[in-house]
């Protein structure tokens, strides 16, 4: 499937994800509605392997769908993200992985990436144990990718990517949040769980092997959520009716100027974040391994692409009044989700310039 027939496919379902938002956030997970809507549009598969079923697209796509999902329900972008986020992690896996996992090529992959797992080494695999945090997805997947350290290994060289079946795992109900409600990103645990040798692989041959696009990809459901704020606080400008003068919030030239520096932030972020994209795209097809400095550029350029979209969501959402904070107001749940998201360990800004800076003068 093209990606122009994806985005088409996208674009259909936004009436029916805005109308299940407040569902979503209520659950604390994606409805099934959902979860199977975007199973059955071939959205989910949008990264993985021809064989396997998918469309083996690439970050640009990626960033159009989960930027367009976003202004029916964020929480359905940033699940969007993950789940085909890691099908393009499990591409790097040994094809003996992949058959395993993609069995049923419909199947979903959340993960927690942080190795804060402990892999003992066992006959043929290894026992992971641990308890991981922030599965986005998790409730719907069948296999989990989880980060672990294995014993006696230190340094980056220890680091493991294990992909276990959520069956061997327990989830933990504990999403209890104020944005991204719908993600469900639960805590996971592992007790004693044995992995095969080709489902536990070194942090270089698999994240390490696409980090570049892994971080990029993050920000998708933001400046689509921002582009939503911004698209609310328009309609509102002209609805509302200012209790202070009695005039339309159109017509105050402060409201419009927020307007206009919202937007070209967001515009902004858009045309760095579809670059970075295709760069990504671009280096992938050509086979060449994600550089160092490479990559710090990608980090920042990802972490000012939240901070643009979650600045001009502010701005517009600072001005919209008391009306916008009711549940059944849309520019509310955009601003809860845009921060949510913008708390993500790779969109913190300070440490995405500082890397950035240090890879750059190290020479």
Same mark, same amino acid.
């Given at each position: 499937m093209d990606e122009a027939t994806l985005i088409a496919r996208a674009d259909t379902l936004l009436p029916a994800l805005a109308e299940r938002a407040h569902e979503a956030e209520a659950l604390r997970q994606m409805p099934k509605s959902t979860v199977d809507d975007l199973i059955e549009s071939g959205l989910t598969r949008a990264l993985q392997p021809h064989e396997f079923g998918g469309s083996a697209l690439g970050a640009s796509t990626h960033i159009q769908l989960t930027s367009r999902l976003a202004a029916g329900c964020v929480s359905t972008a940033w699940c969007q993200f993950v789940w085909s986020a890691h099908n393009a992690m499990l591409t790097y896996y040994p094809q003996?992985? /992949?058959?395993?996992?993609? %069995?049923?090529?419909? +199947? #979903?992959?959340?993960? $927690? #990436?942080?190795?804060?797992?402990?892999? +003992? +080494? %066992?006959?043929?695999?290894?026992? #992971?144990?641990?308890?991981?945090?922030?599965?986005?997805?998790?409730?719907?997947?069948?296999?989990?990718?989880?980060?672990?350290? !294995?014993?006696?290994?230190?340094?980056?060289?220890?680091?493991?990517?294990?992909?276990?079946?959520?069956?061997?795992?327990?989830?933990?109900?504990?999403?209890?949040?104020?944005?991204?409600?719908?993600?469900?990103?639960?805590?996971?645990?592992? /007790?004693?769980?044995?992995?095969?040798?080709?489902? &536990? !692989?070194?942090?270089?041959?698999?994240?390490?092997?696409?980090?570049?696009?892994?971080?990029?990809?993050? =920000?998708?459901?933001?400046?689509?959520?921002?582009?939503?704020? @911004? +698209? *609310?606080?328009?309609?509102?400008?002209?609805?509302?009716? @200012?209790?202070? $003068?009695?005039? *339309? /919030?159109?017509?105050?030239? $402060? &409201?419009?100027?927020? #307007?206009?520096?919202? $937007?070209?932030?967001?515009?902004? =972020?858009?045309?760095?974040?579809?670059?970075?994209?295709?760069?990504?795209?671009? *280096?992938?097809? &050509?086979?060449?391994?994600?550089?160092?400095?490479?990559c710090a550029q990608v980090t920042r350029d990802t972490a000012f692409v939240a901070q643009l979209a979650t600045r001009a969501t502010q701005r517009v959402f600072e001005a919209s009044g008391g009306g916008a904070l009711q549940e059944s107001e849309p520019i509310q749940r955009l601003w809860r989700d845009i921060n949510a998201g913008h708390s993500h360990a790779y969109l913190n800004w300070d440490t995405a310039a500082e890397g950035w800076a240090n890879a750059i003068l190290a020479g």
């Open positions: 003996a992985a /992949q058959e395993e996992v993609w %069995a049923d090529p419909e +199947t #979903l992959t959340a993960a $927690s #990436l942080a190795p804060v797992g402990k892999a +003992t +080494t %066992a006959d043929g695999g290894l026992r #992971l144990s641990g308890k991981w945090s922030f599965a986005s997805g998790c409730d719907a997947a069948d296999w989990l990718l989880l980060g672990a350290v !294995r014993d006696g290994g230190g340094g980056a060289g220890g680091l493991l990517l294990c992909c276990v079946p959520k069956n061997e795992v327990e989830i933990v109900d504990n999403w209890h949040v104020a944005g991204l409600k719908g993600t469900g990103s639960k805590d996971v645990v592992a /007790q004693d769980v044995f992995v095969p040798d080709h489902r &536990a !692989r070194p942090f270089e041959e698999t994240l390490g092997a696409c980090i570049d696009f892994g971080v990029a990809v993050i =920000a998708g459901p933001l400046l689509g959520a921002a582009e939503a704020a @911004l +698209t *609310r606080f328009r309609e509102r400008l002209t609805e509302r009716v @200012l209790i202070t $003068s009695l005039s *339309r /919030q159109s017509d105050m030239g $402060s &409201a419009k100027n927020r #307007l206009a520096e919202s $937007s070209a932030e967001v515009y902004a =972020a858009r045309l760095l974040l579809e670059r970075t994209a295709a760069d990504i795209d671009a *280096r992938i097809a &050509a086979k060449r391994p994600p550089e160092p400095t490479w």
